[in-house]
């Protein structure tokens, strides 16, 4: 997952904290796996309230860095080019030059995405290290995603199972702890201040979409009266309305809303909920953040508080469906087919079998991340966590 999301299976969150995010721990959310000299495909969006001529869009790559951001920096990580690695653009469904400009923000449908070669790292067989991605602007804003980099030939281990579906139905506190701001530096948003109820989750059936419910109740003070920046902040606002909620995946659920007249969308997923201003004018509003759980005064799992603006989302393969702003794809080698992300620890094994050998073409392989073995097939390809067993047959006297 994104290193600065609500959890492994969210979407990243808007941020004006860095190339990460704020964020400076390795594998927040899991880690993704690639080969030495893969493609990446990563897009981003902006929220309201950051149109300017000098928007680019770009990524940047470094290695070994036990996760500090500062390490995917101008002048510190490789800053990936369009004459070295490759790189080119889209903006919306337009192909464009790279770094790829976004003076629009996110007037452009579907955001801005960047496709590079990774930097050969020239490793040994059976060797890989610990690298990130940053997908980030100008004013070094982005987000990032964590990745094992191996060297060429090796097999990867089947992607673990998703973990299991958390209920999203109850109760969200709103507070000035769960709020991320999302508006400009020197301009203020104010917090969303109540409970967001999770009513119903009926679930998709065939021929047809999972339907929800959602009633949010919060009060807004301090706020400004207008959307342009210099407006004075007296302004006061009462949030209350029901929220249908439309199926996304498995897992996730996703609702449109008005909050202090602008244009909001709900996603709930896994016991979380994001509150994310989707218009086009400076928020009035912060986004927000919470879990279930969460008391009053800002304790239990809690929200993010990170500030925002520019958005990443990794799209899991595993049958989940894409993100809902931004996708990330990741090729075992230049020109191969996409592999799927995955979470850093794998199932546990299977009791090893005493003195059992392998079958014809089988071969025990340990995970780069965690030493635990894995099998396999030379000729297919095939892996898996479950040590194959050889056929025995025997005969009667």
């Known amino acids: 997952g994104i290193r600065n999301a609500n959890g492994p299976q969210s979407d990243g969150s808007f941020s004006v904290s860095g190339p990460c995010g704020g964020s400076n721990s390795f594998g927040a959310n899991g880690v993704g796996e690639v080969q030495d000299g893969a493609k990446v495909t990563a897009r981003l969006q902006y929220n309201g309230g950051h149109k300017s001529p000098a928007n680019r869009i770009s990524m940047a790559f470094a290695c070994d860095t036990g996760g500090s951001q500062d390490a995917l920096k101008v002048g510190s990580g490789i800053q990936l080019t369009a004459a070295d690695h490759y790189c080119t653009g889209v903006a919306g469904a337009d192909a464009v030059d790279y770094p790829v400009e976004a003076s629009r923000g996110n007037e452009v449908a579907n955001g801005y995405?960047?496709?590079?070669?990774?930097?050969?790292?020239?490793?040994?067989?059976?060797?890989?290290r610990s690298c990130t991605i940053s997908v980030k602007d100008q004013r070094e804003w982005g987000a990032c995603q964590d990745m094992t980099v191996s060297a060429p030939g090796v097999i990867f281990p089947p992607s673990a199972p998703p973990p299991p579906v958390v209920a999203s139905t109850g109760s969200y506190i709103l507070s000035e702890t769960t709020r991320i701001a999302t508006t400009p530096p020197g301009v203020d948003c104010c917090a969303i201040v109540g409970s967001l109820e999770v009513l119903d989750l009926q679930e998709a059936i065939i021929g047809s979409f999972g339907v929800g419910s959602a009633v949010l109740e919060a009060a807004l003070d301090g706020c400004r009266q207008t959307s342009d920046p210099s407006a004075a902040s007296d302004a006061s606002y009462i949030a209350s309305q029901g929220i249908t909620l439309l199926q996304q995946t498995e897992r996730s659920w996703q609702g449109s809303l008005s909050i202090a007249g602008q244009q909001y969308e709900l996603y709930v997923a896994d016991g979380q909920i994001e509150l994310q201003n989707v218009g086009q004018d400076t928020p009035i509003a912060c986004d927000a953040s919470s879990n279930l759980g969460l008391s009053p005064d800002g304790g239990g799992s809690g929200g993010l508080s990170v500030a925002a603006v520019v958005a990443i989302v990794v799209a899991s393969l595993i049958g989940l469906g894409l993100g809902l702003l931004v996708l990330a794809r990741y090729s075992r080698s230049s020109t191969g087919?996409?592999?799927?992300?995955?979470?850093?620890?794998?199932?546990?094994?299977?009791?090893?079998?005493?003195?059992?050998?392998?079958?014809?073409?089988?071969?025990?392989?340990?995970?780069?991340?965690?030493?635990?073995?894995?099998?396999?097939?030379?000729?297919?390809?095939?892996?898996?966590?479950?040590?194959?067993?050889?056929?025995?047959?025997?005969?009667?006297?």
Do not use: I
């Open 113 to 128: 995405e960047v496709t590079c070669q990774l930097p050969t790292l020239s490793l040994a067989p059976g060797t890989s």
């Open 337 to 397: 087919a996409g592999v799927v992300l995955k979470n850093s620890k794998p199932p546990p094994p299977p009791p090893r079998l005493d003195a059992t050998s392998l079958p014809p073409d089988w071969v025990e392989w340990p995970d780069p991340k965690t030493g635990v073995p894995y099998y396999v097939n030379v000729n297919t390809k095939e892996s898996t966590w479950v040590r194959p067993r050889t056929s025995v047959m025997s005969t009667g006297v």
